[in-house]
């Protein structure tokens, strides 16, 4: 692998620029010493590519959504994003489903800020997507009972803080509900995987059946070879998987390109989550700073009121010494020996 790199002087140029941790890392996994990220976007599409090979999404999506699914088409992504929101995104799908339902699944390198009212909006924006088509299609027939079930699926390979303040839970599944048990079908849901604290369970976890989420959950988002020989003994179907992506590996030209694409990826996921923090940041010292001033208005108010009290003390204080000097001028008359 590194004698065909340093044959060629593009792909020389290219390995130098990576420094030193970068080019073990990327060897590392050429050569199999280490795992893959199944979750990099060349190798998740090619492994779970929904026009060739849909039985494997449909498996995974059947397991996350808990029935069987039959992918129809896969959908264009339409949606109006912000640039700074496209380079958080490593690979996005959106795929309908036999039943009309849409499912848009999601892998994050770095989980979105404020996640639940962004992942609120992209649901909305799928079932107006879908509302839209099926009333073209159906015209004066159309009616609101066609409308199918959204799902948004994201995967989170560092999940934001919200998550970690449940350190044993990484499937979080969210729908509508009313406080009476009201029964309304309200057609979206939203189901996140923070991996980085699936991973932290993993060794609790069991991966015996290769028809287990949790065995799925290990395969996308395990790159030690450690794991990854535990899940092929356990689960032997991984292993045709497994060798497709070091197929993939040998072509040392493309995973080159791959692992650029993947760095220039990470690098803008860290200035967007610098951003992030740095916002969170002069919020949380704008909401001390307006505490302070509302502080500083009261302190200023309680001292205009002490003010005024020490005055009408000072006019009583004076009052009191003209009365006294009165009663003392009253005694002297009637006192005068």
Same mark, same amino acid.
């Given at each position: ?27 590392? =996994? ?16 090619? +492994?779970?590519? #929904? ?8 498996? +995974? ?18 949606? $109006?994003?912000? !640039? ?59 009616? @609101? ?5 959204? @799902? ?6 560092? $999940?934001?803080? !919200? ?6 839970? =990484? ?18 849901? !939203? ?17 015996? $059946? ?14 030690? #070879? ?7 003994? !356990? ?10 992506? @070091? ?51 009261? +302190? ?38």
């Amino acid at each position: 692998m590194l004698a065909d790199i340093l044959k060629n002087p593009s792909l020389t140029a290219t390995f130098d620029s990576w420094g030193s941790g970068r080019q073990e890392q990327f060897l590392g =996994f050429c050569t199999g010493i280490r795992g893959v990220k199944i979750l990099y976007d060349q190798f998740f599409k090619e +492994l779970f590519n #929904p026009s060739t090979v849909p039985e494997r999404l449909e498996l +995974l999506l059947s397991l996350i959504l808990g029935c069987k699914v039959q992918i129809l088409n896969v959908l264009p992504n339409e949606s $109006s994003r912000i !640039a700074a929101e496209d380079s958080l995104l490593v690979m996005d799908i959106v795929v309908e489903l036999a039943d009309g339902s849409i499912a848009n699944i999601e892998v994050q390198r770095i989980g979105y800020a404020f996640p639940g009212q962004r992942c609120a909006c992209y649901m909305s924006d799928l079932l107006l997507r879908q509302y839209k088509r099926v009333k073209g299609e159906q015209g004066k027939t159309f009616s @609101y009972r066609d409308i199918k079930r959204v @799902y948004v699926i994201v995967f989170m390979e560092k $999940s934001t803080q !919200a998550f970690h303040r449940l350190p044993k839970e =990484f499937i979080h599944r969210g729908k509508f509900s009313f406080n009476t048990g009201l029964n309304l079908d309200i057609p979206q849901e !939203a189901i996140f995987f923070p991996l980085d604290i699936f991973l932290k369970n993993l060794q609790n976890i069991d991966i015996s $059946s290769y028809h287990t989420l949790e065995a799925w959950l290990t395969f996308l988002s395990c790159d030690n #070879p450690t794991d990854i020989l535990r899940l092929v003994d !356990a689960c032997p179907e991984f292993e045709p998987l497994y060798q497709e992506v @070091y197929r993939m590996c040998q072509d040392t030209e493309k995973m080159m390109s791959i692992f650029s694409e993947e760095l220039a990826i990470m690098d803008k996921n860290t200035v967007q989550y610098m951003v992030d923090e740095m916002q969170d940041t002069i919020d949380a010292l704008q909401n001390d700073n307006n505490i302070l001033k509302n502080t500083n208005s009261t +302190l200023q108010n309680d001292n205009n009121i002490l003010k005024n009290t020490n005055s009408t003390l000072q006019n009583e204080i004076l009052m009191l010494k003209e009365k006294l000097n009165q009663y003392e001028k009253n005694l002297c008359k009637n006192n005068p020996t």
